[in-house]
């Protein structure tokens, strides 16, 4: 059993930056893919970014794609997303989520067997 608590969300100006940490418990925290996604207010939750188990990201959504990157610490058991030039429409509540080897779908919420209570970002002047 796989426990994931995220943190560094907040409010902050466009064009600012902010970097989510999510700390992973449980587990061997090399053998799972991370991800992160995010739901906003009336949508569904949607994917952000993922890495492989040994460090290497994954192709980004366009939405986020050169603003966001993923990364990870396996001695640390860490994974974390810097957001930089944030927009509005990036608001949301961001999940950290885990999945075993590999998911069978990376960008979809079902590949994923673990997840984070969610840290809100909400991005606004």
């Known amino acids: 059993q796989v426990q994931l608590v995220e943190s560094g969300g907040g409010l902050v100006q466009p064009g600012g930056s902010l970097r989510l940490s999510c700390a992973a418990s449980g587990g061997t925290f090399s053998d799972h893919y991370m991800a992160w996604f995010r739901q906003a207010p009336g949508k569904e939750r949607e994917f952000v970014a993922a890495i492989t188990g040994s460090g290497i990201p994954l192709n980004y959504p366009d939405s986020v794609k050169g603003r966001f990157t993923i990364s990870r610490d396996n001695a640390e058991n860490t994974v974390s997303l810097q957001m930089d030039s944030l927009k509005p429409e990036d608001t949301a509540v961001y999940y950290c989520?885990?999945?075993?080897?590999?998911?069978?779908?990376?960008?979809?919420?079902?590949?994923?067997?673990?997840w984070g209570q969610g840290t809100q970002v909400t991005v606004s002047s």
């Open positions: 989520a885990a999945a075993f080897l590999a998911p069978v779908g990376i960008t979809t919420t079902k590949g994923y067997d673990y």
